[in-house]
């Protein structure tokens, strides 16, 4: 009965350490954030809570080991899902690089991407969720092709530049890739739509001929969201970071060119933005458009020990932003491993215990037969 018992508590306690790791430190760590003050309502419009993350990267068939993937996915699952329950933003954002095989996979295996992607990242009714393409998703400008752009356009509705509104608060959403000016299909395209945009915030104002152009329902400076940073010559430029090292950058491959980064600047005239792409931390103060700039880290363990995401409060005219750290990975193995040696250790004395026990039965029911022939 006793060496039952000690199973039984061996178990408990393995299945205690499993649930602690794997269901309650999301939340333990996730209640240490809470979302930023909230702006002064601006026309009677309450600011939008709004939730960002990026670089999800989704591991593919090709480099995704089964369970590097189970385990990467459950991660980030855990960590979401749990940010939906504690949270309720109104909008997330996701800045790109949703997959990391996005430009390789046949369209069966993307397909599978999408359906796991939706079942890991669902949100609650009231939650909007958009999607922004990365290079990881069309692969970068000199290796993209129309049938990647149209198949992501296809499931995320999301591939060159749009305009999302919410009481009064604009979000554009830029394709990157697309941000090259070299006269590319894609890139005319993407130049088209942003001219576009323009077009509304001039209207906005009261600037242009406005006749077929749609309105907004409030005006307001639009806040800029795409997966490169807007230019910058290293992370130098950072007021926050956590990088390892300072980064430095070029131009196409880790931030947009000065020439996009200028024309966003001259067509948009964005008074915020948020970008993704470099799997690191960093808030600029004043960046390239003299303006606040957060890139947000990777969402993944795979990329990152301490990822995080972005919790912010928007106004028309102002805003808000926390960053949310989640559980460390490496204080995760660290508790695994101490929990299983502090259960090695324990189990180890209690049999001990019961052996010693056993061996004193053992030599008395011995000694009681001799007395008793």
């Known amino acids: 009965m006793k060496l039952r018992n000690l199973l039984l508590r061996i178990l408990l306690g393995a299945v205690g350490l499993l649930v602690f790791n794997e269901f309650i430190v999301y939340y333990l760590v996730l209640l240490e954030c809470q979302w930023p003050t909230k702006p002064v309502p601006v026309n009677g419009l309450e600011p939008v809570k709004v939730m960002l993350l990026s670089d999800t990267h989704l591991l593919g068939p090709i480099h995704g080991h089964w369970f590097d993937r189970l385990r990467r996915e459950w991660q980030m699952h855990r960590a979401f899902q749990s940010a ?18 996005g430009n390789w996979v046949n369209q ?8 796991r992607f939706r079942k890991l990242f669902h949100t609650p009714k009231g939650t909007q969720l958009h ?47 697309a941000m090259e000016g070299d006269g590319c299909q894609l890139c005319e395209t993407a130049e088209k739509e942003l001219r576009a945009v323009s077009a509304i915030f001039k209207c906005g104002r009261g600037i242009g001929q406005c006749k077929n152009v749609p309105k907004l329902e409030e005006y307001s400076r639009p806040v800029v969201l795409q997966h490169f940073p807007m230019h910058r010559d290293s992370d130098k430029a950072c007021k926050e970071h956590d990088a390892p090292e300072v980064e430095l950058y070029r131009e196409r491959w880790e931030v947009i060119s000065k020439e996009s980064t200028d ?6 005239n964005p008074r915020l933005a ?3 792409h470099s799997h690191n931390y960093c808030y600029v103060v004043k960046n390239r458009l003299g303006i ?3 890139t947000l880290p990777s969402f993944s363990w795979r990329n990152k020990n301490n990822p995080s995401f972005i919790l912010a409060q928007i106004s028309p005219s102002e805003h808000t932003v926390s960053r949310c750290q989640m559980p460390v990975e490496s204080s995760i193995i660290t508790i695994y491993l101490v929990g299983a040696i502090v259960l090695v250790l324990t189990s ?21 037969k001799k007395l008793t022939k």
């Open 131 to 177: 999607s922004i393409v990365g290079n990881h998703d069309i692969g970068f400008h000199y290796a993209t092709h129309p049938y990647l752009v149209h198949r992501f356009q296809k499931n995320f509705n999301n591939t060159g530049v749009s305009l999302t509104s919410i009481r009064g608060v604009n979000f554009v959403s830029i394709n990157s890739i």
């Open 348 to 368: 180890l004395l209690r049999l001990g215990s019961f052996l010693a026990q056993l061996r004193i039965f053992s030599r008395g029911r011995r000694e009681y």
């Open 84 to 101: 939906m329950t504690l949270f309720q933003p109104e909008a997330v954002f996701l800045l790109g690089d949703v997959f990391d095989e």
């Open 292 to 294: 606040e700039e957060y």
């Open 263 to 268: 024309l966003i600047g001259e067509l948009l």
């Open 108 to 115: 069966k295996e993307f397909d599978l991407y999408v359906d």
């Open 274 to 276: 948020f970008s993704g």
